[in-house]
């Protein structure tokens, strides 16, 4: 009996410790979060009207944040179809990063509550509008943070959105499954060219590396 008594005391002191550990890791997630301030131009050319924002929070810890917000359709008039566009600006003030969310049916006076969560470093403000469009991004690639337009690079005038890579193209390329295509595709193009030297070229190749050539 007197074991059975310790194991249970055990058992309790375990779970005690997880569910607090819970709790102090919750409250220390939360500080490490900070509000940011934000702007909101709620005008929107179609319509000549504006929407609304009422209940806004949005705050940021170092590496992601997120945002929630009553969005009111204040226009007068019926949204088929919009977007909120969202940029966020770092600590130098230089744009980090832009969300559109897509806003659909909003009659007149309508209410919709949006919540986003962003991954972004540093971000210290925000500011929203209303846009009819996101922009077209189909020759658009993103490299570590840097967005290029591959009809335009770097404004040079060098188109290169049908420029393919073993079959894929460069608008493509980017994301894992295709990145997985298009190594496979290099080591089968490897692997064909490796077998079409003949067994002399390699000889060949030897002399020349360790000089002899």
């Given at each position: 009996m007197e074991r059975m008594k310790t194991f249970l005391t055990y058992v309790l002191l375990i779970i005690g410790f997880l569910i607090g550990s819970m709790f102090l890791e919750d409250a220390l997630l939360k500080a490490m979060y900070t509000e940011i301030p934000g702007e909101f131009?709620?005008?929107y050319t179609p319509t000549n009207g504006r929407f609304r924002i009422e209940n806004a929070n949005a705050k940021a810890c170092r590496i992601n944040g997120y945002i929630s917000?009553?969005?009111?359709?204040?226009?007068g008039t019926f949204i088929d179809q919009c977007y909120m566009k969202i940029d966020?600006?770092?600590?130098q003030d230089l744009l980090a990063h832009t969300e559109y969310i897509e806003i659909k049916g909003m009659q007149p006076e309508d209410k919709k509550t949006l919540n986003l969560k962003f991954k972004a470093n540093n971000i210290e403000k925000l500011t929203i509008s209303m846009v009819e469009n996101p922009p077209d991004k189909t020759n658009i690639i993103n490299i570590l943070g840097w967005e290029i337009?591959?009809?335009?690079?770097f404004?040079?005038?060098?188109?290169?959105?049908?420029?393919?890579?073993?079959?894929t193209k460069l608008t493509d390329i980017f994301t894992w499954s295709n990145i997985k295509v298009t190594g496979y595709r290099f080591g089968t193009w490897f692997i064909e060219l490796a077998e079409s030297i003949p067994l002399w070229g390699y000889g060949m190749g030897w002399l020349f590396v360790v000089g002899l050539l």
């Open positions: 131009n709620g005008y917000l009553d969005l009111l359709n204040t226009t966020l600006f770092n600590a337009d591959l009809t335009n690079v404004g040079l005038g060098i188109d290169l959105s049908n420029v393919t890579i073993f079959g």
